[in-house]
């Protein structure tokens, strides 16, 4: 398959799970006010195999999420082109910068080109890094709990490497910040 192919199919495949994601999560929203979704029980594996990753950033220099270890780690997938994963950035932005201090690290991975990356970054600055995905993650998100394949889906690692939580669709900055102040130091 030809490069051109392949993003081309990458890029098709984060349209229709953005879109399947917000129907799913407009859907949820409506039907129940969980604050957060309970994190599937057999997602350890995938968890470790997601902490196992090297992605590149923007630049493409390649960033391993073992770096992270031992702090609570925000992992946000989202695509530049996805409104909600837009909205909620500026709040991870926020919190990311005021829990950095006490062991917390956001990241964000973007099922995006660098191009686009870096694109909205210089539009949206966020003070955790961007790294790009690819369809080798899908996998991972959907033993993580994203079975429907929507963006934005962020997940909570504990320093101990288990999972804490997960969101499919917006997180709300105050919703979050409750989650992150009782993380044990």
């Avoid at 990458?10 to 799913?24: H, P, S």
């Avoid at 073992?66 to 925000?74: A, D, M």
């Avoid at 959907?142 to 889906?153: H, I, Q, R, S, Y």
Wanted: proline residues 6%; glycine residues 8%; aromatic residues 8%.
């Amino acid at each position: 398959m030809s490069p051109k192919a392949r993003y081309a199919l990458i890029v098709g495949l984060a349209v229709v799970a953005a879109v399947a994601g917000y129907v799913a999560a407009t859907f949820n929203h409506q039907q129940s006010m969980k604050p957060a979704d309970i994190p599937p029980r057999d997602a350890q594996h995938a968890t470790s195999a997601l902490m196992g990753m090297t992605l590149p950033n923007a630049s493409a220099v390649e960033q391993s999420l073992r770096q992270w270890q031992g702090k609570v780690l925000v992992v946000n997938f989202w695509a530049a082109w996805c409104l909600p994963c837009r909205e909620e950035m500026p709040g991870f932005s926020r919190l990311h910068a005021k829990y950095a201090a006490k062991g917390v690290q956001f990241v964000g991975i973007a099922f995006d080109s660098a191009d686009n990356v870096k694109e909205f970054s210089n539009l949206t600055p966020v003070s955790y890094p961007l790294l790009i995905g690819s369809s080798a993650l899908m996998p991972i998100t959907a033993e993580l709990g994203d079975a429907v394949g929507g963006l934005p889906f962020t997940v909570i690692i504990g320093r101990d490497g288990s999972l804490v939580q997960t969101r499919l669709g917006l997180w709300k900055e105050a919703a979050l910040e409750a989650i992150l102040a009782d993380q044990p130091r």
